[in-house]
């Protein structure tokens, strides 16, 4: 925490390795915040390296969502093109909690539909659980949180009815372009 003090960026990639251990995760992303967007580079490139830690990139989306500004959002919406099959979840429950926490952010429709159709292009592959819920996250960042979390949890209902009607709240809230490639994505996974 001290180092961070000085402003000096010399010394960030000495605290990032530390937002891998579960002990010190917290006090090393309250280090980096003192460098505000100033530090939304180095983290992009840690994202990047292959030869990375995954547990450490696991933990890179919070530290951008914990930053919340508009730059932190199109890093994410970045790490997402490039790293959705890999760490989805994490980038994906950043976003959410950035779309939650911030409502004055823009999440750019693109880079979340592109995203979208990753996500349903694959459906027919196993991971339905695991597909509908990346969808969902990222239908949440162009919709209303409250309707797709309300309809994702009709969808993942025991009960048929239940499920019916969570599709039919689905196709009244997506817009036609939205509709094309989500709800037969949405079928598939319920029938899996």
């Known amino acids: 925490e001290g180092v961070s003090l000085t402003g000096r960026r010399f010394f960030v990639p000495l605290i990032v390795p530390y937002l891998a251990d579960d002990r010190l995760m917290l006090y090393a992303q309250r280090a980096l915040l003192a460098y505000g967007e100033r530090v939304l580079g180095t983290l992009r490139d840690y994202m990047d390296d292959p030869a990375e830690d995954v547990q450490l990139k696991h933990a890179l989306p919070g530290c951008l969502a914990a930053v919340g500004t508009q730059q932190a959002v199109r890093v994410l919406l970045a790490f997402l093109q490039n790293h959705q099959e890999a760490l989805g979840e994490p980038i994906i429950d950043a976003l959410d909690e950035l779309r939650r926490q911030k409502t004055d952010l823009i999440f750019d429709e693109g880079p979340v539909l592109a995203a979208i159709l990753r996500e349903t292009a694959l459906a027919g592959r196993g991971h339905a659980d695991f597909r509908l ?19 994702y949890t009709g969808l993942t209902s025991d009960q048929r009815a239940v499920r019916s009607n969570a599709t039919e709240l689905l196709d009244n809230l997506l817009r036609p372009e939205h509709k094309r490639d989500v709800l037969p994505a949405v079928e598939l996974w319920l029938s899996a």
């Open 133 to 151: 819920r990346r969808v969902v996250g990222l239908l949440a960042l162009i919709y209303e949180p409250e309707d797709i979390h309300r309809a």
